[in-house]
């Protein structure tokens, strides 16, 4: 993709919906004020609708069947962990208000409200604009990339920290990738007691792996030509005694 005045450095609530909804491996369902919790038994169509498999013997479904047509009944809950070990790493929560309608021995819900809720807070998601939306291209791959990432790399990743301002970085016990998409590379800078989070923005979108891989050696190559943080020379320098 090409450069326009429309690209943001972050992804907008709709995509960052349909991301979280598209990863998740599992769902919590409460429905008549029981909840129950689905593992690899969703999927997701091209409008965002979920599609729950569920046994014959589910009270869900006989709720399902029983319930008012087009009648809100039901919540579904995702949530959208960090992949690397950080402190609270549920990033998001993605919760869909809605109702199921039996379809083709599955479930089809029809959501009525999206909610999506990051750790500046929650948002009311546009119907239409949820529906029109789409993944983030790395979406299904961020786990592995930032595990890689993480694991094999971290020479890297302390890199990186010479693009983040110096306060940021006071304190930091540990920083570690723990988000990316085709807009940014988000780092967790954690301290003792507290952590915060920096966002590193590429200067074009990445739609694949191979734009993605240039979009960091640039950020590499940026944060090669600036200086090291004084707060991990510090660091640095204290832990080698």
Do not use: K
């Not at 999206?114 to 546009?126: E, K």
């Amino acid at each position: 993709m090409s450069d326009s005045p429309s690209w943001t450095a972050a992804p907008a609530a709709a995509e960052r919906a349909r991301s979280v909804l598209a990863a998740a491996w599992s769902c919590a369902v409460t429905a008549d004020g029981g909840r129950e919790e689905f593992v690899g038994a969703h999927s997701v169509d091209e409008d965002g609708r979920v599609l729950l498999h569920v046994p014959e013997d589910s009270a869900l479904l006989a709720a399902a069947i029983c319930a008012p047509r087009g009648e809100p009944h039901a919540v579904l809950e995702f949530a959208d962990v960090a992949p690397v070990p950080v402190r609270h790493r549920i990033r998001a929560r993605l919760w869909l208000a809605g109702y199921f309608l039996p379809e083709d021995g599955h479930l089809a819900f029809r959501a009525t409200r999206v909610v999506l809720r990051q750790s500046f807070g929650a948002v009311v998601v546009d119907l239409d604009e949820f529906a029109a939306a789409e993944p983030d291209p790395l979406a299904l791959a961020e786990a592995h990339l930032l595990t890689h990432l993480a694991d094999c790399h971290p020479d890297a990743v302390e890199r990186l920290t010479r693009l983040v301002e110096h306060a940021s970085l006071h304190g930091a016990v540990r920083v570690q990738p723990v988000a990316v998409d085709r807009h940014g590379l988000t780092l967790r800078i954690e301290r003792n007691r507290a952590h915060g989070d920096v966002r590193l923005p590429f200067h074009a979108p990445a739609d694949d792996i191979g734009q993605l891989t240039e979009r960091m050696h640039a950020l590499l190559a940026q944060a090669s030509a600036a200086s090291c943080p004084r707060a991990l020379q510090r660091q640095r320098t204290d832990g080698d005694g």
